[in-house]
T-cell receptor, first 115, second 109 residues
């Protein structure tokens, strides 16, 4: 089966610029997550969607980060404006349904460098 | 607060056995996951424990003690390709995954 698709794979921008990441989860997976992973740390949840509704965005810096999943399938994450500390890998993951033993499937991630 | 502790880095020899420990303090418990993450790649699923005891899957085994808030991942017959970070994650009472910072495992020949 096809995995979680993410693009771009790498992105280099200057601070104060804008950037957007795209994710297409595994077909049929209702739950989608965006994680931020700084080098040497575990993934930090930014936002969780169930279909096209937001389940948890408590750790999303809403003054600069936004995300949407309009049709309950693919999703975009945007940063505007970017700061140096946003340099990280942004991982998208999906799951058929949240809870139980269902495991997350991750995309390859987008490595963002903010200069 | 919620907390997961893992050693930052471990070193082991090819062919040997290594145990990576994980202790957790979370609001409720609905399962513990271990993921493997090679440098520059996404995490991939290794194991899932929800009941106390040992789950064995080939060269990898995972143990859970809910009363002690403790788990370990046991890797046998280590191979060079096992060099990676190993992430422990706990699903809390709200079914949110709480992630540890990961243990970087270095395998030496």
């Amino acid at each position: 089966e096809a995995g979680v698709a993410q693009s771009p794979r790498y992105k280099i921008i200057e601070k104060r610029q804008s950037v957007a990441f795209w994710c297409n989860p595994i077909s049929g997976h209702a739950t989608l997550y965006w994680y931020q992973q700084i080098l040497g740390q575990g993934p930090k949840l930014l936002i969780q969607f169930q279909n096209n509704g937001v389940v948890d965005d408590s750790q999303l810096p809403k003054d600069r980060f936004s995300a949407e999943r309009l049709k309950g399938v693919d999703s975009t994450l945007k940063i505007q404006p970017a700061k140096l500390e946003d340099s990280a890998v942004y991982l998208c993951a999906s799951i058929q349904k949240a809870g139980g033993s269902e495991k997350l499937f991750f995309g390859s991630g987008t490595q963002l460098s903010v200069l | 607060g919620q907390n997961i502790d893992q050693p930052t880095e471990m070193t082991a020899t090819e062919g040997a056995i290594v145990q990576i420990n994980c202790t957790y303090q979370t609001s409720g418990f609905n399962g513990l996951f271990w993921y493997q993450q090679h440098a520059g790649e996404a995490p991939t699923f290794l194991s899932y424990n929800v009941l106390d005891g040992l789950e064995e899957k080939g060269r990898f085994s995972s143990f859970l003690s809910r009363s002690k808030g403790y788990s370990y991942l046991l890797l046998k017959e280590l191979q060079m390709k096992d060099s990676a970070s190993y992430l422990c994650a706990v699903r809390d009472s709200n079914y949110q995954l709480i992630w540890g910072a990961g243990t970087k495992l270095i395998i030496k020949p």
